[in-house]
Nanobody, 128 residues
Framework: QVHLVESGGGLVQAGGSLRLSCAAS????????MGWFRQAPGKEREFVSA????????YYEDSVKGRFTISRDNAKTTVYLQMNSLKPEDTAVYYC?????????????????????WGQGTQVTVSS
């Protein structure tokens, strides 16, 4: 089993920045790709960004490209999401996800159905 805990959410004004962290524990050696998803009130959960095991491959949803940066520290078994130039439409609960059943550690995926473990989420609120 893998346990994921997100942190770093909060309230920020439009144009501001936040850095989310996701710390993994348990069978962390089994983790391949990791990702960030978000869910706004009344909306379905959507993909934000993903990163491969090495960090070499990354993938972003179009609306966050150029503003968000995903990274990971495998020594600390932590993945980060640096969010700059935040907009009110970025307001959502942000979830971290990890995959351990992929055939390649260098895969990235925007599909929530391909991830095996999920954190409890952290709230991000951007005021206008």
């Amino acid at each position: 089993q893998v346990h994921l805990v997100e942190s770093g959410g909060g309230l920020v004004q439009a144009g501001g920045s936040l850095r989310l962290s996701c710390a993994a524990s348990g069978r962390t050696f089994s983790i391949y790709g990791m990702g960030w998803f978000r869910q706004a009130p009344g909306k379905e959960r959507e993909f934000v960004s993903a990163i491969s095991w090495s960090g070499y491959n990354t993938y972003y949803e179009d609306s966050v490209k150029g503003r968000f940066t995903i990274s990971r520290d495998n020594a600390k078994t932590t993945v980060y999401l640096q969010m700059n130039s935040l907009k009110p439409e970025d307001t959502a609960v942000y979830y971290c996800a990890a995959a351990s059943s992929w055939s390649s550690p260098e895969r990235v995926s925007p599909s929530e159905y391909e991830y095996d473990y999920w954190g409890q989420g952290t709230q991000v609120t951007v005021s206008s």
